[in-house]
C-alpha cells in the first residue's frame, strides 16, 4: 500500500520519468466514472467532503445518462517507493459516436486501463476502443471492477480479458470503484507498469488538443497533452492546421479545479485558454506550437469532425424559431462537431438541417436545446449523407430527402459502415437475421469465449442510423453491444419514396429506401398516418409514391360527428372551456393543405414499433 | 351540474355584485334556476352536482333543503336590490337536479312560492321541474300545477331495459306513458330527455326508444349524445372493457335517425339537441341561457349569469347550507366577461339555434369564414345571404367545428 504523496511534483517541473498519462476505456455503465472518483479521493485531490458522485461528468445530462460525453483530463499525484509521480487521468468519451475524440484521447496517453464490469463482461465498445488503444501501442492494465456484486464472474471474465489482450488471467486487477477495494493497488501498478512520456525537450514546442470546452466565463478551454518542447503563459501560440494566433493567457493543470502554472513540458497535460470563444478554434487533434519559434511538422492523425447522420430540427411552436437558431449558435461554440444550416419544410416550416456525429449525437443536442433553452422540437427522421450522379454527370450531396433530384439518375451512392456486435451464442441466429434484413454482408465471427461471440458485419449507415440499436438490444435481451465505424460506401439501389395527403407530397414524411424496401415502408407510414391524423370534415387519401407510381394507399374518412350535444345547464363558463380547449388543440396542428396534421404525427410516424418499447441509451 | 367548478374571480361574502351587472337589466328577462342536489341512485354516466345520501349534515338533508335553498332566494332578493338591478318578474324558473320530484312536491311548491314571493311571476311564465318518472304520482303532479309549475321534463333516456341498465336507470320503461299521461292529466306541458348512443345500444334500440318516446306525444323533446365523463363509473368500465366504447360515428347515424322521427313526428328542431312541437313549446328557459338572458342560480354549485357577471356557488350541500346558515352569499368565484369572452360565449351558443347567429354580430375574421361554411354545406346559403348564420342538419352534427370556423383567432 502507498500512502498518498506527501509532496506533488510541480508543473512545468516535472521530470517527464515521473509522468504517467493513462485513460480508462471501460462501456457506459461498467464503473468508470465511480472508479475515477475513488482515485481522486485516495490522491488526496477532492476532499471527502467536496465529493460530487461522478465528479469528473460536469453535464446534467451526462450525469443523468451515466454517460461522459465531453472528456476531462486531471492531475494525481502519487508516491510509490518513496517517489512522488504525476499521474494524468484522461478521461475519454464512453460512445460510439465519438470515436475520434476517443483516438485523440488515446493518443495522448502512454497506457490505458482496459476497465470491465466483472458481471457483465467487455462490450462491443469498448472491444473497439481496446483495439483502437492497442494499434496506438498503449500498454494495457486489464482491470475488473463492481467484484463486491454478488452477480460478479471475475474467474470468467479474467480468462476473456486475459484471451483478447493477451497474458495471464491472474494478472488482471479485481477492484471496486464503490467500495474502493483494489484501486490503490491500480494506481501502483500504473506508475510501475506504464512507460514514461518520451520527448525533445529542446525541441519547438508542440502539444496535441485532445479536447475543448466552451466555459461562459472563460472562454474556449482547451486541453492539450505536450509532446515535445514546453508551452508558457503568455506567448504567442499557433494552431497548426489553421495557423491561427493566440495569446496564451493562462496555462495549468485540472487537479480537478483548474489550477495556473508556469507552464507545461514534455509529457505533461494540462489546459490552455486564449480567450476565444469558439471551439472551431482550438480544433481535436490539432497541433499547438509556438509562434515565434514553430514546429515543422505538426503531430499526425488530425482529422475534421465529419457529421455521419443528418435530421431537421423544427421549433413546435413557429415563433421559437429565432430562440432555436440562438441555442444553436451558443451550442456549436461548444461543440466542435456540430454543424447546421436553416431549411424550409412545407409541412414543419422554418427550421434547421443539422449533421451529427450519431443517433447519440442527436438526442443529446436535442436534449439540451430542449432543456437550456426551453425549446419544444420536432426532429425529423435521421438520414445519411448519399451522393447522387446523374446522368449528366452532376454530382448532388443529399442529407435530406427532399433535396433528391427528380432527373434522370445514374448512380446513388451511400456511406457504410463496419460494425462489431458482441452477444451471447444464443442470439447469433437472430442478430443474423437483424444484420441481413438491413442489407448486411457478413465479414466474419469469433468466439470471445465459450458463450460470447463477436460477429463483424458491413452494413449501410442508413440501416443502422434510425432504430438498429434498439432492436438489438431488444431482440438479445440487452445484452448486444454494438460498435460502427466508417466504412466507406457503395452503389446501391436507392429511390424516394413520397408521402401525399390530399394528393399533396408532405416532405417531412418522404424517404429514401431501397427499392426492396420502398413498398414496406409506404404500407407502414400511410397505415400509421391514418391512425395518426384525425379525421376531418371531408375524405383524406393518403398515398406513398416513388416519382408518380403510386406503391400504397390508405385513407381517413370523413369525420361526421364534431359536437358535444350535452346538457350543460348553466354552466356556460364550462362550455367556453371546452371550446377553448379544442381551439388549443387546433393550434398545435400543422396545416398541410387542408389537413390538420397533429405534431404527434410527425413524432410517432417516425418511430418504429418494435423500438417503442426501446432501452434508452 | 357538471363536475368541477371552474377557477375565477372571489366573490364577496354579501354576494354583492360588481356595477356591470345592473347595466341594462331593465330590457333583459329574469329566469330562476334552483338545483336539487338529490338522487335516489347514483347513474354511472352521471358527473353532475348530486349526491344519494338522505342526511347530509349542516343543514343539508333533504328534508331541510326546502328552507335552506328558500334562505338562498332570500339573499338574492336582497342582493339583486342592493346591486342595482331593475325589478323583474321571473320570465322562466327551472328545477333541475339531481331528482327534483325526490323532494315532497310541497317542498318544491314552497320554494317556489318563495321565489314568487319575492320577484313574482310575468305573464305566461314558464315553469319547468325535472322529474323522474318513477318518481312522481298523480297527485304530486296535481300538487305542483297547483302550485304554479307549468311544465315537466322526465328523464325518459330509453325506452330499452339494457340500455337502461348501462345507463343505472331504475325506472320501467312502461311507467314512461303512465306518467306522461298523468302531467297532462294536471295541465303540465311534457318534455322528454333522452340519451343516444349508449354503449350496447343499436340503431334499432334507439329506433325502438324514439318511437316509444313520440308515441307518448310530447310537446318536447331533448336528445342528448351520451358523453362518457372522466370519473364517471361508465368511464371506469370502458376502460376496463366490460362495456364498448361510443363510437361518433354511430352518434352521427343515430342523431340523423332522431331528426328523421322528429320530423315525422311534427317536431321541428330549435337548438342542435333540442326539439319541440310549436314555437310556443320550445324551453324558453333553456334558450335564456343560450341567448345571454339574465338567471339567478340557486342550490349547491348552481351558476348564474347576470349583465355579464358569471358566478357559481359551492359545490357541497353542506358547505352551501353552513353558508346561508351564517349569513354569508354561497358563492364561490366568480368571472366578469370582457367583450371578447362575450362575443365568444354568443357565438358559440347562438350559432346552436334554430333561430341563429346574425351575420352582422360576427367579427371579420368570423365573416371571412362564412363562404367556406356554405362552400362545406354546413350553414343554410339562403339564410346566410340574409344575414343569419343557420346551421344544415351535417352543420348540427359538425357545430363544434363551425364554431371554431367562426371563431379563428
Known amino acids: 500500500m502507498s500512502p498518498k504523496a506527501r509532496t506533488s511534483p510541480v508543473p512545468a517541473a516535472t521530470d517527464p520519468a515521473i509522468i504517467r498519462n493513462f485513460c480508462i476505456i471501460a462501456h457506459i455503465d461498467h464503473g468508470k466514472s465511480t472508479l475515477a472518483d475513488r482515485m481522486l479521493q485516495l490522491t488526496g485531490v477532492v476532499e471527502q467532503r467536496d465529493m460530487k458522485a461522478q465528479y469528473l461528468d460536469r453535464m446534467d445530462i451526462e450525469r443523468e445518462r451515466g454517460i461522459t460525453i465531453k472528456s476531462q483530463a486531471v492531475r494525481l499525484p502519487w508516491e510509490l517507493d518513496g517517489v512522488s509521480h504525476a499521474l494524468n487521468m484522461i478521461d475519454t468519451p464512453g460512445h460510439v459516436d465519438f470515436t475520434y475524440e476517443v483516438s485523440r484521447s488515446l493518443a495522448a496517453c502512454e497506457g490505458a486501463i482496459l476497465l470491465v464490469d466483472a458481471a457483465q463482461g467487455i462490450e462491443a465498445q469498448t472491444l473497439a476502443n481496446l483495439y483502437l488503444a492497442m494499434e496506438n501501442n498503449l500498454t494495457i492494465i486489464p482491470v475488473l471492477n463492481k467484484i463486491d456484486l454478488p452477480a460478479a464472474q471475475p474467474e470468467k471474465y479474467a480468462a476473456e480479458l486475459a484471451n483478447l489482450i493477451g497474458g495471464d488471467p491472474d494478472d488482471v486487477l479485481r477492484v471496486s470503484g464503490k467500495t474502493g477495494m483494489g484501486v490503490e493497488a491500480l494506481l501502483d501498478k500504473i506508475v510501475r507498469d506504464l ?57 495549468g493543470v485540472s487537479s480537478p479545479e483548474p489550477t495556473p502554472s508556469k507552464g507545461l513540458g514534455v509529457g505533461e497535460v494540462g489546459y490552455l485558454i486564449t480567450g476565444v470563444k469558439d471551439v472551431r478554434l482550438s480544433k481535436v487533434g490539432d497541433t499547438v506550437t509556438n509562434l515565434a519559434k514553430p514546429a515543422q511538422a505538426s503531430l499526425p492523425g488530425y482529422a475534421d469532425a465529419k457529421p455521419m447522420v443528418f435530421s431537421g430540427l423544427y421549433p413546435l411552436d413557429g415563433t421559437d424559431y429565432p430562440v432555436l437558431r440562438d441555442a444553436l449558435e451558443k451550442l456549436m461554440l461548444n461543440d466542435a462537431a456540430l454543424v447546421y444550416e436553416p431549411e424550409t419544410s412545407a409541412a414543419l416550416g422554418f427550421g434547421f438541417r443539422v449533421g451529427f456525429l450519431g443517433l447519440l449525437h442527436l438526442e443529446i443536442t436535442r436534449e439540451r436545446l430542449e432543456r437550456e433553452h426551453n425549446l419544444n422540437l420536432i426532429s425529423t427522421a435521421p438520414n445519411v449523407e448519399y451522393l447522387v450522379t446523374l446522368e449528366d454527370k452532376k454530382m448532388v450531396h443529399v442529407t435530406n430527402p427532399s433535396e433528391y433530384p427528380t432527373g434522370k439518375i445514374a448512380e446513388v451512392r451511400e456511406p457504410m459502415v463496419s460494425a462489431t456486435i458482441l452477444a451471447p451464442t444464443e442470439f447469433v441466429g437472430a442478430i443474423m437475421e437483424l444484420c441481413q434484413s438491413r442489407r448486411g454482408v457478413m465479414g466474419g465471427m469469433d468466439y470471445l469465449s465459450e458463450d460470447r461471440v463477436e460477429i463483424r458485419y458491413r452494413l449501410p449507415l442508413a440501416e443502422i442510423v434510425f432504430d438498429f440499436f434498439d432492436i438489438l438490444k431488444s431482440r438479445t435481451r440487452g445484452y448486444g453491444s454494438l460498435d460502427w465505424k466508417s466504412d466507406g460506401d457503395q452503389v446501391a439501389d436507392l429511390v424516394k419514396v413520397d408521402i401525399m395527403l390530399q394528393g399533396e407530397q408532405v416532405d417531412a414524411f418522404s424517404a429514401i429506401t431501397h427499392r426492396d424496401k420502398a413498398y414496406a415502408y409506404g404500407v407502414m407510414m400511410t397505415g400509421k398516418l391514418r391512425e395518426l391524423i384525425p379525421r376531418q370534415q371531408f375524405e383524406v387519401p393518403i398515398q406513398a409514391a416513388i416519382g408518380s ?43 398541410v393543405g387542408r389537413v390538420e396534421v397533429p405534431q404527434e404525427a410527425f413524432i410517432a410516424a417516425l418511430t418504429t414499433d418494435e423500438s417503442k418499447d426501446k432501452v434508452k441509451k | 351540474m357538471p363536475g368541477a367548478l371552474p377557477l375565477g374571480l372571489p366573490a364577496p361574502e354579501s354576494g354583492l355584485l360588481p356595477e356591470q351587472a345592473a347595466i341594462g337589466s331593465a330590457d333583459r328577462k329574469l329566469g330562476l334556476y334552483v338545483h336539487i342536489p338529490f338522487c335516489a341512485v347514483r347513474c354511472g354516466y352521471c358527473d353532475f352536482n348530486t349526491y344519494t345520501a338522505t342526511e347530509l349534515g349542516g343543514g343539508a338533508s333533504q328534508d331541510r333543503y326546502a328552507a335552506t335553498v328558500s334562505a338562498e332566494l332570500d339573499l338574492a332578493a336582497g342582493v339583486l336590490t342592493a346591486s342595482g338591478t331593475a325589478p323583474r318578474q321571473l320570465s322562466t324558473v ?82 314512461v306513458p303512465l306518467a306522461v299521461q298523468w302531467a297532462r292529466e294536471a295541465g303540465l306541458r311534457v318534455s322528454l330527455d333522452l340519451i343516444y348512443g349508449t354503449p350496447g345500444e343499436s340503431a334499432a334500440d334507439w329506433q325502438q326508444t324514439l318511437d316509444a318516446a313520440l308515441s307518448y306525444g310530447p310537446d318536447h323533446v331533448s336528445a342528448y349524445a351520451l358523453i362518457i365523463e372522466d370519473g364517471t363509473k361508465l368511464a371506469a368500465r370502458i376502460r376496463r372493457g366490460e362495456v364498448p366504447d361510443i363510437d361518433d360515428d354511430d352518434h352521427a347515424e343515430k342523431y340523423a335517425l332522431a331528426e328523421r322521427a322528429m320530423a315525422a313526428a311534427g317536431l321541428g328542431w330549435y337548438e342542435v339537441s333540442n326539439w319541440a312541437r310549436t314555437p310556443a313549446d320550445e324551453c324558453r328557459h333553456n334558450l335564456a341561457y343560450w341567448r345571454g338572458d339574465d338567471w339567478w342560480g340557486a342550490g349547491p354549485g348552481a351558476h348564474s349569469h347576470l349583465g355579464g357577471v358569471r358566478w357559481w356557488n359551492v359545490k357541497h350541500p353542506t358547505a352551501y347550507a353552513q353558508r346561508l346558515s351564517t349569513g354569508v352569499s354561497p358563492a364561490a368565484g366568480r368571472e366578469i366577461l370582457d367583450a371578447e369572452t362575450r362575443y365568444t360565449e354568443d357565438v358559440m351558443l347562438r350559432a346552436r339555434l334554430r333561430e341563429g347567429l346574425p351575420t352582422r354580430v360576427l367579427h371579420p375574421g368570423g365573416r371571412l369564414a362564412v363562404a367556406g361554411l356554405i362552400a362545406d354545406e354546413l350553414i343554410v346559403a339562403a339564410e346566410a345571404f340574409a344575414g343569419t348564420i343557420t346551421l344544415t342538419g351535417k352543420g348540427r352534427l359538425l357545430a363544434d367545428a363551425v364554431v371554431r370556423r367562426l371563431l379563428p383567432d
Request: hydrophobic share 40%; charged share 25%.
Open chain 1, 195 to 251: 512507460p514514461p512520456p518520451v520527448g525533445d525537450p529542446n525541441a519547438p514546442a508542440r502539444a496535441m488538443i485532445f479536447d475543448s470546452v466552451y466555459d461562459t466565463y472563460r472562454g474556449v478551454v482547451t486541453y492539450v497533452r505536450v509532446v515535445d518542447g514546453m508551452l508558457h503563459p503568455r506567448e504567442r501560440i499557433q494552431m497548426m492546421s489553421t495557423r491561427a494566433s493566440h495569446e496564451l493567457l493562462e496555462i
Open chain 1, 549 to 591: 407510381r403510386i406503391i400504397a394507399r390508405e385513407s381517413i374518412r370523413a369525420i361526421r360527428k364534431d359536437v358535444l350535444a350535452k346538457c350543460y345547464g348553466g354552466d356556460i363558463t364550462r362550455k367556453r372551456k371546452l371550446l377553448e380547449k379544442q381551439k388549443e388543440g387546433k393550434k398545435r396542428m400543422k396545416m
Open chain 2, 94 to 175: 327551472f328545477f333541475g337536479g339531481g331528482t327534483p320530484t325526490l323532494l315532497p312536491a310541497a317542498d318544491l311548491a314552497t320554494v317556489l312560492r318563495t321565489a314568487v314571493g319575492h320577484w313574482g311571476l310575468a305573464p305566461g311564465a314558464e315553469v319547468t321541474t325535472e322529474a323522474n318518472p318513477d318518481s312522481v304520482t298523480p297527485e304530486s303532479l296535481a300538487v305542483l300545477a297547483q302550485a304554479g309549475f307549468t311544465r315537466v321534463s322526465f328523464g325518459m333516456q330509453s325506452a330499452v331495459p339494457h340500455v337502461l341498465k348501462v345507463l343505472d336507470r331504475t325506472h320501467a320503461p312502461e311507467r
